[in-house]
């Protein structure tokens, strides 16, 4: 056993950080995570800006293979989700990058990936997924938008919803119905394409409880979808969404925030005086600190076993389900230990009286994003229990 | 990057199962907690055949060469069967200090009796008064009298002292200008005329002795490195037996998962097993979470303190994390039981006092959180 990065790897990894470093200089004052990207204009522009630096690097399209201008392996996709974590820097779109790019890597068309993949590459084109609905969210298969094929077409109807940046993303990727009458609801549904432009799509906010504009509802109405635009197969759709070998699950991006979380809390109770004492000397303060940082350098430890494990093909699902659980909920009571060290503090939003421009008071609120999303960390926990431990599904 | 097991270490894991399965079932385990001695010197003979407490110690002292991060790799795999007994006291506190800071004749006269399962040996720091392991506590005199030093005073909760054939023994050889300074380490015929022992009755019966020193008459050369600077050496035997109780406690957090998901695949209530309750099973998935994180956390600081590479804040860390989630795990892994986990004859018990018994051993989680808390870079 080996924690050693090479000498090669330490120079690479040093090279993400170092772009990264420059690109967080140029942050709109406030901006953080996915609500930083979509909420305002500021930081679209912030996160397309960085894309574009990104791809200039041709580091949109690591782990790709050389035909599609691809370079490198998932040890540089972990560096830069370190790096880009680590800075809080946007600019690698979670859809486009990080799910639909493997995605049509494994399962899609020579054509698809010729069309597709080289504006994902630049930076260009970001994307939305549309796949919960109202009454399809962790019983996913349940979904009931329909897709009638009408010549070269399908005519899509039905209502999506917790759909992230879906307001200012370029083109969506969905999951449809295709026949209704499958015996198995995970039959009958079909992976396609389409650009968010197209006549009958209506985006509608909902604003994230922070009053961000983060989701948002996406109601479908005749919209018309050229049939060359599926993923795979028609009625093989949730096979093509399985297809998550390919995607980088260490966690590693909110991981090394953590890491920069820690830091920036230190330095502020070296730095606070509490009736002339430093709070640093607090031992309550010093305990609670500890504790946040064996958690997290726990959740480094595996998060590293994970890429390990992926980097040569044996990371089984339920494996990634426990860094999932374990860093999302670690960013969960890191929020909370920022905003209790800071006092009254912790509850300002980004304002002239708020500390770290309300990164705490954000995340206080935001962490549920990632327990809530790509399968609920009570999915996890049913994924760990029937794969992982053979524990027996209730009929 | 390579965080798997090697080859070897593969087959030192399932060797090492395989044989304490067989040697040293809980049953014996518990035979053991009601023993005077504690351990059972036939299967101690039979472990040196197997080479284990040679196996970090060099060839040329007749051990196997292996790492430190290998000699991890069996002690998990001890946690897991719960192996009562001197073997991380001798191996590790007392072979590796003698590795690190003997002199050519002490490796000569010690290393090869550990090696072939012919000397036991243990680490006696605390003393009555102090809780935590650091240097404050340490006030047992060693004086100076022609060819010897002569120690005076008590030392609590030595492992296994009750069977040791020697004592790594923490003195103060003089008022330094800093708690560290001024401590020196002495081997010690546990012997020898002037000491008394007594077994400390505790939650895992692990034979945690007091020892009394009444003008024990140490030679000189049984020094341990230099006068007055022994304190770091104390360090890196402590540093080094909070990583293998570390790696003890892993391996029975996998056994409690184990044992768990196997009984409740197993117990039926309401027509069903009770494994196929989600209220269950998403413990059960955190105790597995916990259980992956701790073993990570642990293999690292055991990969770094191997390497040689500076790690005093992982290996804390880890001890830390370790110390909380066992105690956590286990209180699962009873609970989840229901009656029959509560009952002595159980598994299930065991584990949970043992976890107990570990959080103590080489700092608890305060002591070690300080620790991290001044490496993370807390001014104090």
């Keep these: 056993?080996?924690?050693?990065?090479?000498?090669?790897?330490?120079?690479?990894?040093?090279?993400?950080?170092?772009?990264?470093?420059?690109?967080?200089?140029?942050?709109?004052?406030?901006?953080?995570?996915?609500?930083?990207?979509?909420?305002?204009?500021?930081?679209?522009?912030?996160?397309?800006?960085?894309?574009?630096?990104?791809?200039?690097?041709?580091?949109?399209?690591?782990?790709?293979?050389?035909?599609?201008?691809?370079?490198?392996?998932?040890?540089?996709?972990?560096?830069?989700?370190?790096?880009?974590?680590?800075?809080?820097?946007?600019?690698?779109?979670?859809?486009?990058?990080?799910?639909?790019?493997?995605?049509?890597?494994?399962?899609?068309?020579?054509?698809?990936?010729?069309?597709?993949?080289?504006?994902?590459?630049?930076?260009?084109?970001?994307?939305?997924?549309?796949?919960?609905?109202?009454?399809?969210?962790?019983?996913?298969?349940?979904?009931?938008?329909?897709?009638?094929?009408?010549?070269?077409?399908?005519?899509?109807?039905?209502?999506?919803?917790?759909?992230?940046?879906?307001?200012?993303?370029?083109?969506?990727?969905?999951?449809?119905r295709t026949d209704p009458n499958a015996d198995r609801k995970q039959k009958g549904i079909t992976f396609l394409l389409f650009d968010m432009k197209t006549p009958g799509v209506t985006v509608n906010p909902i604003l994230y409880m922070d009053g961000g504009h983060l989701y948002n509802e996406v109601f479908l109405d005749d919209v018309r979808v050229p049939v060359k635009n599926v993923?795979?197969?028609?009625?093989?759709?949730?096979?093509?969404?399985?297809?998550?070998?390919?995607?980088?699950?260490?966690?590693?991006?909110?991981?090394?925030?953590?890491?920069?979380?820690?830091?920036?809390?230190?330095?502020?109770?070296?730095?606070?005086?509490?009736?002339?004492?430093?709070?640093?000397?607090?031992?309550?303060?010093?305990?609670?600190?500890?504790?946040?940082?064996?958690?997290?350098?726990?959740?480094?430890?595996?998060?590293?076993?994970?890429?390990?494990?992926?980097?040569?093909?044996?990371?089984?699902?339920?494996?990634?389900?426990?860094?999932?659980?374990?860093?999302?909920?670690?960013?969960?009571?890191?929020?909370?230990?920022?905003?209790?060290?800071?006092?009254?503090?912790?509850?300002?939003?980004?304002?002239?009286?708020?500390?770290?421009?309300?990164?705490?008071?954000?995340?206080?609120?935001?962490?549920?994003?990632?327990?809530?999303?790509?399968?609920?960390?009570?999915?996890?926990?049913?994924?760990?229990?029937?794969?992982?431990?053979?524990?027996?599904?209730?009929? | 990057m390579d965080i798997t097991f090697t080859e070897e270490q593969e087959m030192l894991r399932k060797s090492a199962g395989d044989f304490l399965t067989a040697e040293c079932p809980k049953t014996k385990a518990r035979e053991l907690e009601e023993d005077e001695k504690g351990y059972s010197p036939e299967l101690w003979q039979k472990m040196a055949g197997l080479g284990w407490m040679g196996l970090a110690i060099p060839e040329e002292y007749e051990g196997m060469g292996m790492t430190f991060q290998d000699l991890t790799v069996l002690l998990e795999a001890m946690g897991n069967n719960v192996l009562p007994g001197p073997f991380s006291c001798t191996v590790v506190g007392g072979a590796f200090a003698i590795i690190e800071a003997g002199t050519a004749e002490q490796k000569k006269d010690l290393l090869p009796r550990i090696a072939n399962g012919e000397a036991i040996l243990t680490t006696a720091l605390l003393e009555p008064g102090s809780t935590c392991y650091d240097a404050s506590g340490v006030n047992l005199k060693a004086t100076a009298q022609g060819d010897n030093f002569v120690l005076s005073g008590t030392k609590v909760f030595v492992e296994m002292a009750n069977v040791a054939d020697y004592m790594i023994c923490a003195a103060r050889t003089k008022e330094g200008s800093s708690d560290e300074d001024g401590i020196s380490l002495f081997i010690v015929d546990?012997?020898?005329?002037?000491?008394?022992?007594?077994?400390?009755?505790?939650?895992?019966?692990?034979?945690?002795?007091?020892?009394?020193?009444?003008?024990?008459?140490?030679?000189?050369?049984?020094?341990?490195?230099?006068?007055?600077k022994g304190w770091p050496i104390m360090q890196s035997i402590m540093q080094k037996g909070a990583i293998a109780k570390s790696a003890e406690s892993v391996g029975g957090m996998q056994a409690s998962v184990d044992m768990t998901v196997a009984y409740c695949k197993d117990r039926v209530q309401y027509d069903r097993p009770i494994g196929a309750f989600q209220a269950l099973q998403h413990i059960m998935a955190d105790m597995w979470i916990i259980t992956q994180t701790s073993k990570y956390l642990v293999y690292q600081a055991a990969w770094m303190e191997s390497e040689g590479l500076p790690c005093a804040m992982e290996v804390a860390m880890a001890k830390a994390y370790v110390n909380e989630n066992y105690k956590w795990v286990t209180e699962r892994a009873v609970s989840l039981h229901g009656g029959i986990g509560t009952s002595r004859e159980h598994d299930t018990g065991l584990y949970y006092r043992r976890a107990k018994a570990a959080d103590t051993a080489f700092g608890d989680t305060d002591f070690q959180r300080e620790l991290v808390a001044k490496k993370i870079g807390l001014i104090s």
Aim: hydrophobic share 40%; charged share 25%; net charge negative.
């Design chain 1, 1 to 176: 056993m080996d924690f050693k990065l090479t000498d090669e790897h330490v120079k690479l990894r040093k090279e993400f950080f170092n772009v990264c470093e420059e690109l967080a200089k140029k942050r709109p004052e406030g901006f953080t995570g996915l609500e930083g990207c979509y909420d305002t204009d500021e930081g679209w522009a912030y996160h397309l800006d960085c894309a574009k630096v990104f791809a200039k690097r041709g580091w949109l399209t690591l782990g790709w293979p050389e035909e599609y201008g691809g370079q490198g392996t998932i040890m540089d996709k972990v560096f830069m989700s370190e790096a880009t974590g680590y800075y809080d820097v946007p600019g690698v779109d979670i859809f486009g990058v990080d799910m639909l790019a493997p995605t049509l890597h494994a399962t899609a068309s020579q054509e698809i990936k010729r069309e597709f993949l080289p504006s994902i590459a630049s930076g260009e084109r970001m994307w939305c997924e549309l796949w919960s609905e109202p009454n399809a969210g962790s019983d996913l298969a349940a979904l009931s938008t329909s897709a009638v094929r009408q010549g070269d077409e399908y005519v899509i109807n039905g209502q999506k919803i917790w759909s992230t940046g879906a307001h200012r993303a370029h083109w969506a990727f969905a999951l449809v």
């Design chain 1, 231 to 395: 993923v795979g197969e028609e009625n093989q759709g949730w096979g093509v969404t399985q297809t998550l070998a390919a995607f980088e699950r260490s966690n590693l991006g909110a991981i090394m925030g953590m890491h920069r979380q820690i830091e920036e809390l230190v330095n502020y109770c070296n730095e606070t005086k509490v009736k002339g004492e430093p709070l640093a000397k607090n031992p309550l303060i010093r305990s609670r600190l500890a504790k946040a940082a064996c958690d997290l350098w726990a959740a480094h430890a595996l998060a590293y076993r994970i890429v390990d494990a992926q980097s040569r093909n044996e990371m089984a699902a339920f494996d990634a389900s426990a860094v999932k659980v374990f860093s999302g909920e670690l960013q969960a009571r890191m929020a909370q230990l920022g905003t209790e060290i800071l006092g009254p503090y912790g509850q300002v939003k980004h304002s002239r009286w708020a500390l770290f421009e309300g990164f705490f008071e954000k995340w206080y609120q935001q962490s549920f994003i990632l327990n809530v999303a790509m399968g609920t960390n009570e999915i996890q926990r049913n994924i760990i229990s029937w794969y992982g431990l053979g524990l027996p599904r209730m009929k």
């Design chain 2, 190 to 228: 546990a012997k020898a005329p002037g000491i008394s022992c007594e077994v400390i009755p505790t939650i895992a019966f692990d034979k945690l002795c007091e020892v009394r020193f009444e003008n024990v008459a140490v030679p000189k050369k049984n020094m341990l490195g230099e006068m007055d």
